[in-house]
């Protein structure tokens, strides 16, 4: 088979293969768990979502912007950082 026709044969089951949305796994402590646990610092959770393995989103505190990670088995608060944009 040529190259072409082998990248062409890729390109094609690339494009059918279902897309899937990272989604929270086997014992994941939940979102909403998350969102508690940020609140007893004093962060307001405005977005969360799974993603690459962990659990990732926007908190507002004092008036600041942050990013978050959040490891999804201990809960352990990963990256906590302010967003500069």
Same mark, same amino acid.
């Given at each position: 088979? %040529? ?7 890729? !390109?094609?089951?690339?494009? %059918?293969?279902?897309?899937?949305? $990272?989604?929270?796994?086997? *014992? #994941?402590? %939940? %979102? ?7 609140? /007893?610092? *004093?962060?307001?959770?405005? =977005?969360?979502?799974?993603? $690459?393995?962990? #659990?990732? *989103? ?5 008036? &600041? =912007?942050?990013?978050?990670?959040? $490891?999804? /088995?201990? &809960?352990?608060?990963? /990256? !906590?950082?302010? $967003?500069?944009?």
């Amino acid at each position: 088979m %040529s190259k072409p026709i082998l990248i062409a044969v890729a !390109l094609t089951a690339m494009a %059918s293969a279902p897309a899937f949305a $990272d989604q929270p796994g086997r *014992g #994941w402590i %939940s %979102s909403a768990r998350v969102t508690t646990m940020l609140a /007893k610092r *004093g962060y307001k959770v405005t =977005k969360i979502e799974a993603d $690459d393995g962990n #659990w990732e *989103g926007e908190a507002m505190h004092r008036g &600041g =912007k942050y990013e978050f990670h959040v $490891d999804p /088995k201990n &809960g352990k608060v990963t /990256k !906590l950082e302010r $967003d500069r944009d």
